[in-house]
Structures are given as structure tokens and as C-alpha cells.
């Protein structure tokens, strides 16, 4: 898959994150050092935002939400468990489809190398 610079940047913040403070965190906590250390590159993102479904043609808050969504083009969602299964696959995919996104990254801190945790998708 093409690397483009944007996910280059994003997992060089996830890295000096994991760097940082290591695996065996909470999200919440990945999540807010993440912001910080995007905020720190200048990149745009927001967290938690809201992602309605459309059923029947209504929309409808289900609750979803995106752990980050970098400058309105990259979903990014954020893991701290012992690994990754098909259904957190599943779930970035859908949010990408929902938002009609075609870049996504699922980034599970739980690893000793962050590297390892890191996954792209383009639809």
C-alpha cells in the first residue's frame, strides 16, 4: 500500500507516544497524549467525533464515534488490548464507509513494538 505523508506523520506522533509511556495504558489516555502530540505537529485533528448512520434515508445517532479524525481525511482509531481481532478490523471499515473515508489506521498501543500495532486501510 502507497504511504502517503499524512499517515507517515500520524504514526511518528503514535510512536513518540508509545516511546513515551510504553504498552499497558487505557485508550483514554493514548488518545489524549496523541492529540497533544498532534497539536505539537501542527496536524488539524478532532476526537470523538459523532457518526450518525443513514437508515432508510433518516439519519440516526447510534452513538458511534471516531476516536480521531485528522484534517477531514483520516480515521484513526486507537486499541490497547492484548491484540487485534477481525472485529476491530471490521469496525474501522465500517466508520471509514459511514464517513466515506478511504484512509484509516488502527493503532493498538498494547505492543512492545508500537510498530507492530500499527494497520492501514484504503478502501
Known sequence: MDRDPLTQQVIGCAIEVHRTLGPG???STYETCL??????AGIVHRKQ???PI??????IDCAYRIDLLIQDSLIVEIKSVDALCPIHYAQLLTYM????LQTG?????NVPRLIDGVKRFKL
Open 35 to 40: 492529540c497533544y502530540e498532534l497539536g505539537l
Open 49 to 51: 467525533v459523532a457518526l
Open 25 to 27: 495504558l487505557l485508550e
Open 54 to 59: 443513514k437508515y432508510k434515508g433518516v439519519l
Open 97 to 100: 464507509k459511514l464517513a466515506d
Open 105 to 109: 489506521l488502527l493503532i493498538n498501543f
